[in-house]
């Protein structure tokens, strides 16, 4: 059904800045507590004074994390109509602003909801599974920072304080590295559980995993990125999601800029994607001798990475499409 009636919503910690327009025009705006309670009295009496039929209301929000999870539980049990938007997007479109308020934000929200209701993305709601996944991908990651956060001063340090210091500084930090390896060693086990569970799941990482340089670290965050190549089930729109695809720089004739990536970007898929083509540029093989032949070529190492980068993406997304895992020598009988 088509949306008369658009909400936006300013989400933090704490609290819900709601606004309501229509017919292009802020009518309401009001703040209640982020809590499901307060969620549960406060929005129907909301629509009800704006006599807004929540199915033909939709409601648009910057992604928050957890803090939003409350109120997109109570949206998707009553099956309403959700457009989740990166912030950076909606604060681009709306051209030059000036201010910035709780309110504010809430008001532009809406009123980049409504201008932009021809372009609407419905937010597709990840299965248990998934948000568990990403829940424990993201104590993996911070596991490994904190181990990375001790060993690296007491690396750098060597030399430059007393041998005996060093040494006793070190023992005690080896303790603590040892015990986090084993956490990590822990969570990886149960990520690789979770994902064995579940027909889908186990066949996606089976084959993104399929992929040359690939590994286990990469194939679990594009499962989760890619809400299991549901949300993101283009390549090319992956590839622009993490910030792999170049994009020309010009304007009349006198700037003519070289073709460069975004900043926009999801900077741990980049990275992720960048030691995956470290990896498999070590291994003989076509993407190996690509390599080699653009940079005797006299191409940039840097942008031939970036180039193998997208070749990874394409090869991922073509084998889920297919259903199917990488084939090496199919691929060689084509070249």
């Known amino acids: 059904m088509e949306a008369k009636n658009f909400v936006g919503i300013d989400v933090s910690k704490g609290a819900l800045d709601i606004s309501i327009v229509q017919d292009g025009n802020v009518i309401l705006y009001t703040q209640v507590k982020n809590s499901p309670l307060q969620i549960n009295s406060a929005i129907p009496r909301l629509l009800k004074q704006c006599k807004a039929a929540i199915e033909e209301t939709l409601f648009c929000m910057e992604y928050t994390g957890i803090y939003s999870a409350p109120l997109l539980k109570w949206l998707q049990e009553r099956k309403a109509l959700i457009w989740m938007e990166s912030g950076i997007h ?9 201010g910035k308020s709780d309110k504010v934000d809430s008001n532009r929200i809406a009123l980049f909801a409504f201008s932009n209701r021809h372009k609407v993305k419905y937010y597709v709601a990840p299965r248990p599974i998934i948000e568990s996944l ?79 340089g690939v590994g286990f670290v990469t194939a679990v965050y594009m499962l989760i ?79 031939v990475l970036n180039a193998i980068r997208n070749k990874l993406i394409l090869r991922i997304f073509s084998c889920v499409q297919r259903g199917e895992p990488f084939k090496k020598e199919y691929l060689y009988k084509v070249a």
């Open 225 to 303: 990125s890619t809400n299991e190549f549901i949300s993101i089930n283009d390549a090319r729109k992956y590839a622009c999601y993490s910030g792999v695809v170049p994009f020309e720089h010009s304007s009349g004739t006198s700037v003519r800029g070289k073709n460069r990536v975004s900043h926009v970007a999801d900077k741990n898929a980049k990275k992720l994607l960048h030691m995956a083509a470290l990896t498999v540029i070590q291994h003989k093989g076509e993407l190996q001798d690509y390599y080699h032949r653009k940079v005797q070529e006299g191409k940039n190492k840097m942008c």
């Open 134 to 212: 990403k829940a424990l991908d993201a104590q993996r990651s911070r596991l490994v920072k904190a181990k990375f956060q001790l060993i690296r001063p007491v690396q750098e340090q060597k030399g430059f304080i007393d041998g005996a210091i060093s040494k006793s500084v070190e023992k005690f930090a080896q303790k603590a590295v040892d015990e986090i390896t084993r956490q990590i060693s822990a969570v990886e086990k149960e990520i690789k559980r979770v994902i064995d569970s579940d027909d889908r799941l186990r066949n996606l990482y089976s084959i993104v995993t399929s992929v040359e």
């Open 90 to 98: 909606i604060k681009k479109s709306m051209g030059l602003t000036r």
